[in-house]
């Protein structure tokens, strides 16, 4: 079974930063396609930024030029690196992890952001 936790949410000023930490377990993770999801009250869940087992990075576009998607195979751990935070960016971030075997979510982290 596999399981992503994640961490590095918390409450931080417009212009500030954070990084999202999501570590997976359960799962050979280098085959695995990573993701950020976030979902804001009211709205539905939407994609941030995705990296593919080959590190190819694709983006939303309310977050080109301020988010960075990363990896590092050998502690399992996906992260999301977050500049330049606007208050749009207030919701619950999700990791998920997409392989052949299917694909599974994590328990989510709060980021608020405070104008």
């Known amino acids: 079974q596999v399981q992503l936790v994640e961490s590095g949410g918390g409450l931080v000023q417009a212009g500030g930063s954070l990084r999202l930490s999501c570590v997976a377990s359960?799962?050979?993770?280098?085959?695995?396609?990573m993701g950020w999801y976030r979902q804001a009250p009211g709205k539905q869940r939407e994609l941030v930024a995705a990296?593919?087992?080959?590190?190819?990075?694709n983006y939303a576009d309310s977050v080109k030029g301020r988010f960075t998607i990363s990896r590092d195979n050998a502690k399992n751990t996906v992260y999301l690196q977050m500049n330049s935070l606007k208050p749009e960016d207030t919701a619950v971030y999700y990791c998920?992890?997409?392989?052949?075997?299917?694909?599974?979510w994590g328990q989510g982290t709060q980021v608020t952001v405070s104008s």
């Open positions: 359960g799962t050979i993770f280098s085959d695995n396609t």
């Open positions: 998920n992890a997409f392989g052949r075997w299917g694909a599974s």
């Open positions: 990296i593919t087992a080959g590190s190819t990075r």
